[in-house]
């Protein structure tokens, strides 16, 4: 099991392009969540999904969007980057509907917006 | 009230020595109070986890001290060693889990 991937590793974008972050996972969690870490800040959540076809706002929701189309991938887009999403973007997942749920991260996509 | 609040950001403990981190919350309905540990280029991931009906679990090296009156919890590491330098997170969750802001461990051999 390769458990939750994240693509690409890194990436450097200039203001006002877009893209997107692609996260899988090979675990048939139903869970899934987008995270964004700053320096001391911690994990601060962006979006969530509790289901194939669903998806829910965080805490810092604006300026993304997300999709879950299948249950194993779920997106992250940034519609008109900005320096401010300069971060490290980690997805997780989890089993089920628990918060008590242990979460399994990605090893992360490091993002550099000029 | 949703604040969990982590002490220290940084921390630098002898190889050997015990390592202390601390969290507090104000949130009473809080259920499940998790730690995880990250390495550099690493996602988080779970190391231990409490529930607030017992004060104490231990895990090898690692045990997770609940002070339900005062909430606050705290890691312990006994024999901090080299392999232990990573970030740590404590986390508390209702309905959904809220993070601390991260302490950063280095042991020094």
């Known amino acids: 099991n390769a458990g939750v991937t994240q693509t690409p590793k890194f990436r450097v974008l200039k203001t006002g392009q877009s893209m997107t972050l692609l996260c899988a996972q090979d675990m048939n969690h139903e869970y899934m969540y987008w995270y964004r870490q700053d320096p001391g800040m911690g994990l601060r959540l962006i979006h969530y999904?509790?289901?194939?076809?669903?998806?829910a706002k965080g805490e810092v929701p604006d300026g993304y969007n997300v999709s879950r189309l299948k249950k194993q991938n779920f997106l992250l887009g940034l519609e008109s980057a900005a320096p401010s999403q300069t971060s490290v973007y980690f997805c997780a997942s989890s089993p089920g509907q628990s918060p008590q749920e242990t979460q399994y991260f990605g090893p992360g996509t490091r993002l550099l917006v000029l | 009230q949703q604040q969990v609040k982590q002490s220290p950001q940084s921390l630098i403990v002898q190889k050997g020595g015990i390592s202390i981190i601390n969290c507090a919350y104000e949130?009473?309905?809080?259920?499940?109070f998790p730690w995880y540990q990250q390495f550099p280029g690493k996602g988080p991931a779970l190391l231990i986890a409490?529930?607030?009906d017992v004060s104490e679990k231990k895990e090898g090296r690692f045990t997770i001290s609940f002070n339900k009156s005062a909430k606050q919890f705290s890691l312990h590491i006994m024999d901090s060693q080299p392999g232990d330098s990573a970030t740590y997170f404590c986390?508390?969750?209702?309905?959904?889990?809220?993070w601390g802001a991260g302490t950063k461990l280095i042991i020094k051999p």
């Open positions: 409490i529930r607030p």
């Open positions: 986390a508390a969750s209702y309905h959904q889990l809220i």
């Open positions: 999904s509790v289901g194939e076809g669903t998806t």
């Open positions: 949130n009473t309905a809080f259920d499940y």
